[in-house]
């Protein structure tokens, strides 16, 4: 099963630009599945920030769109997030996830343990 | 973006009991509904895949039915281990989107 372990600044300033990274372990980034992201702010429930592909193809929740971007560094086994123009909305626990297709349903079969990015001054 | 709704949003139980979560969408996703399962601190864990079939090493307790705009999860005989909340997700859209979720607690 793969492993993923997100990190980051656990602390952000309003209107500065989020980074994230998801380090896969126990299988290969450049595999069919796509790799995503999934935040929760404290208390709420799940909201799916979007997803990317090895090809290069993305994914955006619609209500994020204009201020996310994420890449992979295959070589290293990476994925990161960035989320720009961040507010105290954006604080929650932001989880790394894969999501693959079985039984023809697309789901988010494995999970990083999650990081808490706070925004504040 | 497809809309969810999980009643229960909360729910009291004893070990043993019988309990029923239902999810409900905003349009037919056919049977495209996923459950997890999240504790206070930890991950979500996927339970359920396509509505009913059984993730990899969840126990058999759990079931999930369903088709169309209605679901639902079933314990069959609640554990210990089971005090948590869960979610429903849709994947017929590919703005996947989750249920508001619902607590089980301890009765």
């Known amino acids: 099963q793969v492993q993923l372990q997100e990190s980051g600044p656990g602390l952000v300033t309003p209107s500065a630009t989020l980074s994230l990274t998801c380090a896969v372990s126990?299988?290969?980034?450049?595999?069919?599945?796509?790799w995503s992201w999934v935040r929760q702010p404290p208390g709420k429930g799940l909201q799916w920030i979007g997803d990317?592909?090895?090809?290069?193809?993305?994914n955006y929740n619609p209500s994020l769109q204009t201020r996310v971007s994420m890449s992979v560094d295959s070589s290293n086994s990476l994925f990161s997030l960035t989320l720009s123009s961040v507010t105290a909305a954006d604080t929650a626990v932001y989880y790394c996830?894969?999501?693959?297709?079985?039984?023809?349903?697309?789901?988010?079969?494995?999970w990083g343990q999650g990081t808490l990015v706070t925004v504040s001054s | 973006d497809i809309q969810m709704t999980q009643s229960p949003s909360s729910l009291s139980a004893s070990i043993g009991d019988r309990v029923t979560i239902t999810c409900r969408t905003s349009?037919?996703?056919?049977?495209?509904l996923n459950w997890y399962q999240q504790k206070p601190g930890k991950a979500p864990k996927l339970l359920i895949y396509?509505?009913?079939s059984l993730g990899s090493g969840v126990p058999s307790r759990f079931s999930g039915s369903g088709s169309g705009t209605d679901f639902a999860l079933t314990i069959s005989s609640l554990q210990p281990e089971d005090f948590a909340t869960y979610y429903c997700?849709?994947?017929?859209?590919?703005?996947?989107?989750f249920g508001p979720g619902t607590k089980v607690d301890m009765k």
């Open positions: 996830a894969k999501r693959l297709v079985r039984g023809g349903v697309y789901q988010f079969d494995s």
């Open positions: 126990g299988g290969s980034i450049s595999s069919a599945n796509w």
């Open positions: 990317f592909y090895p090809s290069g193809s993305t």
């Open positions: 349009q037919s996703i056919i049977n495209y």
């Open positions: 396509a509505a009913s």
């Open positions: 997700q849709q994947s017929y859209s590919f703005v996947f989107t």
